[in-house]
């Protein structure tokens, strides 16, 4: 079955911390990767995406992903977290097809105290 | 960038109504939106995605009875819980495809927070 797995429920940081969230999928055939973020009040927002090619992207905010296909991987980080990055974060698979869903996993909640 | 609203934002009614939530892309073309259910630290379900022009596909185990969808044109679709009851209170997100972007790429809108009593 088609699934992604977040490692981690709920990370606390100080700010200028490193971040890595893990992610792992599931997904028979090749794939897109997300990652979300949903801040405090608001919607859900793209922070980077794997379609082919390097698999080390970047995004904004300074984020990047690397993924590691051998490991079904999909790891967000950051160098140093700042109290602003204090959100949800949302990693999703969709199959490479048109028309295929976007799969979520369950989210890791980001604490960074400044 | 690309805007997608949803209305209303939060909604309280009594069990056996029915609830309409409305989906906008604001300065773009959507012949396909999504609806997900999200539950308290669980991921987002996807439910069913709406076609312009056409009957929407659910999702294996998703009512369509229960939760009607209707996307009468490329920037609005609407989601109808009928005759709600407890177990339907949940977070209702929506996110909608850019005719003219990549396909693999969703906007999504605030969610709609639904509380039945």
């Known amino acids: 079955a088609q699934s992604v797995s977040q490692h981690n429920h709920h990370v606390i940081l100080s700010e200028a911390a490193s971040l890595e969230l893990g992610c792992n999928y599931s997904y028979g055939g090749t794939v897109n990767l997300f990652w979300y973020v949903q801040y405090p009040g608001q919607h859900l927002q793209l922070l980077l995406k794997y379609f082919s090619g390097d698999p080390l992207v970047k995004g904004i905010k300074g984020f990047e992903a690397e993924f590691i296909k051998s490991k079904f991987s999909f790891n967000l980080r950051k160098p140093s977290v700042q109290w602003s990055d204090t959100a949800e974060y949302f990693c999703?698979?969709?199959?490479?097809?048109?028309?295929?869903?976007?799969?979520f996993g369950k989210g890791t909640t980001l604490s960074v105290s400044s | 960038g690309a805007v997608v609203s949803q209305h209303p934002s939060r909604v309280i009614c009594k069990s056996g109504t029915s609830v309409k939530i409305e989906c906008r892309s604001l300065d773009f073309q959507a012949t396909t939106m999504f609806w997900y259910r999200q539950f308290p630290k669980q991921s987002l379900m996807l439910m069913a995605t709406s076609n312009e022009g056409s009957k929407a596909t659910y999702e294996q185990g998703v009512e369509k009875d229960k939760f009607l969808i209707n996307h009468a044109s490329l920037t609005l679709s609407t989601l109808t819980v009928t005759s709600a009851h407890p177990e339907d209170s949940s977070f209702y997100i929506c996110?909608?495809?850019?005719?003219?972007?990549?396909?693999?790429?969703?906007?999504f809108g605030p969610g709609t927070r639904l509380t039945v009593l």
């Open positions: 996110s909608a495809r850019d005719l003219q972007g990549d396909y693999n790429e969703q906007f």
């Open positions: 999703a698979v969709k199959g490479y097809q048109a028309g295929t869903a976007l799969i």
